[in-house]
Antibody
Framework: QVQLVQSGAEVKKPGASVKVSCKAS????????ISWVRQAPGQGLEWMGW????????NYVQKFQGRVTMTTDASTSTAYMELKSLRSDDTAVYYC??????????????WGQGTLVTVSS | DIQMTQSPSSLSASLGDRVTITCRSS??????LNWYQQRPGKAPKLLIY???NLQSGVPSRFSGSGSGIEFTLTISSLQPEDFAIYYC??????????FGQGTKLEIK
């Protein structure tokens, strides 16, 4: 069964960076993409972008361009999301999720457990 | 950017009720519309993909319809485990596969 296991909670100061990992098991990263979605406390889901597991090409939402870096390490089946210049409004649960294709439809079909990132001075 | 708008934002219903949630996109997205359920403290779960296709393992009381700019998610007979937040998502235009703001389904 496909599983995505994320790294643990982080507390960061404003201006710092955070790097969240997402390890895949029971499937190979190369066969699909990994997306990153965040959810601020009590708020809805916000799509940040995705990275191709096949060629490692990232695709970022404009809002996060210049601050986010998504990478993959095929040798360890692990994806990473680094967010820089953190602000208090970056406090959220960050999810990685498998982005795949089902009969021509792009879907997120498996999610990690989420990583709480708290930005506070 | 494609904006997704759900209605209502919240909904109260009773066990056994039939409920419908609507999702509208700011431009046509053909049938590239997915629905997710999120229970408190949990990651979202895929329910419906490509507007009307039931994800494997999802109960048949869930159904989806629509194309173009208007879509609906229907739950035919509410069960206790269905009280959650529901999100639509467009997968028409990358890189921003944007979500709706969510619809909170509560017990009446």
């Amino acid at each position: 069964q496909v599983q995505l296991v994320q790294s643990g909670a982080e507390v960061k100061k404003p201006g710092a960076s955070v790097k969240v990992s997402c390890k895949a098991s029971d499937y190979t990263l190369i066969s699909s993409g990994i997306s990153w979605v965040r959810q601020a406390p009590g708020q809805g889901l916000e799509w940040m972008g995705w990275i191709s597991g096949y060629n490692g090409n990232p695709n970022y939402v404009q809002k996060f361009q210049g601050r986010v870096t998504m990478t993959t390490d095929a040798s360890t089946s692990t994806a990473y999301m680094e967010l820089k210049s953190l602000r208090s409004d970056d406090t959220a649960v960050y999810y990685c999720a498998r982005l795949t294709n089902i009969v021509g439809a792009t879907v997120v079909d498996n999610w990690g457990q989420g990583t709480l990132v708290t930005v506070s001075s | 950017d494609i904006q997704m708008t759900q209605s209502p934002s919240s909904l109260s219903a009773s066990l056994g009720d039939r409920v419908t949630i609507t999702c509208r996109s700011s431009q046509s997205i053909a049938s590239y519309l997915n629905w997710y359920q999120q229970r408190p403290g949990k990651a979202p779960k895929l329910l419906i993909y490509a507007a009307s296709n039931l994800q494997s393992g999802v109960p048949s009381r869930f159904s989806g319809s629509g194309s173009g700019i208007e879509f609906t998610l229907t739950i035919s007979s509410l069960q206790p485990e269905d009280f959650a937040i529901y999100y639509c998502q467009q997968s028409y235009r990358s890189p921003d596969y944007s979500f709706g703001q969510g619809t909170k389904l509560e017990i009446k």
